[in-house]
């Protein structure tokens, strides 16, 4: 009778983690419809590209300027209107997290960059320039959250060690920031 008992509250147990999981990738699947949907309206659609199932935003070269961490105008326009957004995702599941990634092409610093007002950043080599561009994507997407929602977000910067498959490490397509929904 015990073992009946147990294998009925497994199914229950099974059945309300499926239920909730699905839960979380409909509202996940829903902002990054309304994210490309925005980007669209505004005629922005060759600086970002949504990866449904794999819960990602990639905001391509389109979104930095070349050799920058500083975001466009428009870019930060879109964001803007989505951050209420991001924030109400989090605050409905503490569970979600945002990595934010930052990338480059393979072509080498060959000047430090030092002027901070003009790129957003110093660096010296191309994984400090995709550290400061992740980072640069963290202050757009946190905006003004509190800071308790702002730990959901952690940023990491890869350089030119993760270059698109399809692509020479040499195209200006590896210049992107790849932003992930992730359920705990």
């Given at each position: 009778?015990?073992?009946?008992v ?79 957004k ?42 400090t ?28 910067g ?6 698109l ?8 397509a ?11």
């Amino acid at each position: 009778m015990l073992l009946l008992v147990i294998s009925v509250l497994q199914k229950s147990f099974q059945k309300i983690i499926t239920a909730d999981k699905l839960a979380q990738q409909e509202m996940i699947k829903d902002l990054l419809n309304e994210t490309k949907d925005q980007f669209n309206i505004r005629g922005l659609s060759q600086a970002v590209s949504v990866d449904l199932p794999g819960n990602k935003i990639t905001l391509k070269e389109y979104v930095f300027k070349r050799g920058s961490a500083c975001i466009t105008d428009n870019t930060k326009d879109v964001f803007k209107n989505l951050t209420g957004k991001i924030a109400s995702l989090l605050k409905k599941d503490g569970r979600i997290r945002v990595v934010i990634e930052g990338h480059t092409d393979n072509v080498p610093v060959m000047n430090p960059v030092l002027d901070y007002a003009k790129f957003c950043t110093v660096y010296d080599d191309n994984f400090t320039l995709s550290a400061a561009r992740a980072r640069e994507a963290r202050k757009l997407l946190t905006g003004e959250l509190d800071a308790e929602i702002a730990k959901h977000f952690i940023v990491a910067g890869f350089g030119d060690s993760s270059p698109l498959i399809s692509n020479n490490p040499g195209d200006d397509a590896n210049r992107r920031v790849e932003v992930r929904f992730i359920v705990e």
